[in-house]
């Protein structure tokens, strides 16, 4: 933890603002509150091989997973579209765990933890309660990339089901095979039938729970299914920027490492009782190098602590 900054833009910090623009409500995640814990299995393809030797993703194993919204508070509704839908799943046995967080958008909103700090710091209400726009505007002018986020989310339609839509892991993973070839992917979770999603009027008329609700007649159905796949960098991607994607990314050349079938809810303090952990990743997959990465686990254990 030392090698973090205990001020300004600290893990901690982070997790305090996340907080904090939420409303600070007791015992929920810092981010990605509302959830359903879920399991399943993982089965690999013949080619994971080619790209990791991770037991977790080339031996078939049992799944913990967990289907979440985006944002600090456990009670927003299914149909807000302004967050992002995250999944987040834990693969293999207890001497080769992975974890993978994912969410239903390429890119992070932030480069460094400054700019993540400071994107919170001008969004936290004045004392009448209200958001300072002119301030915001201001700092996204200044800090143009922290709005790709936005921009992509706004731009797509709500999700018709947790498991029809596109989760992204959005960093660059050092991924090494058994002839201890290293190179970067980025973890793109791709549903099985593809994305569907709502129209404006189809999201109007939908519950505030509809995504809950789904995925348990689904799970009952049994068509929860995901490929996990690899995208393959080339020379001169960016890889330590969140911000943006690798170019030409939707048709990037891609390695199908396994599929998950989530075939069953789990009650949710089966998810609640720990983290899924960023830094948990198997040999054969390593840390990415980016900062936002580095102080993810830090603050993930800090949210931890203060939820229990
Ligand atoms: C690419 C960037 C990121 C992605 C894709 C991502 C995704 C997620 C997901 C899916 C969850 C829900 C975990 C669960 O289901 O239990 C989560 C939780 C969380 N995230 Fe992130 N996250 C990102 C970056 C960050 C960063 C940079 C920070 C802070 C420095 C952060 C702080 C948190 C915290 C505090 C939680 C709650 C952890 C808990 O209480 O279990 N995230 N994130």
Redesign the pocket.
Known sequence: MSEFPRGAAS?AA??DA?KAAAGDPPKA????AK?QCVHGTYIPSNQAEEITKSRSFTRPSRVLA?F?IGGGNPNVADTENLVPR???FRLGDSNHRSDI???DCPV?YART?EQ?MAFHEVRVPGPDGKLDRERIRTFSAANPETLHQVNYIVARPLPASFASTTYW???CFPATNAMDETRLIKFKIAPVGGDVTLTGPEAKAKAVDFLHDELEQRVATGNVRFSVLALLDRPGDPTMD?TVRWPDEDHREAVRLGTIVITGIEPNEA?DGS??DPASLAEGIGHPRDE?FA??AV??V???KM?R
């Not at 995640?29 to 990605?32: D, H, I, L, Q, T």
Request: hydrophobic residues 55%; contains cysteine; positive net charge.
């Open positions: 893990p982070i997790v996340l995640r810092a981010s990605f959830g967990r979440s995250g999944f987040s967080l994912a969410q992070h933890l993540m892991g959005v960093h969140l998810c983290i899924f936002i102080a993810r603050a993930y800090i949210s931890l939820r």
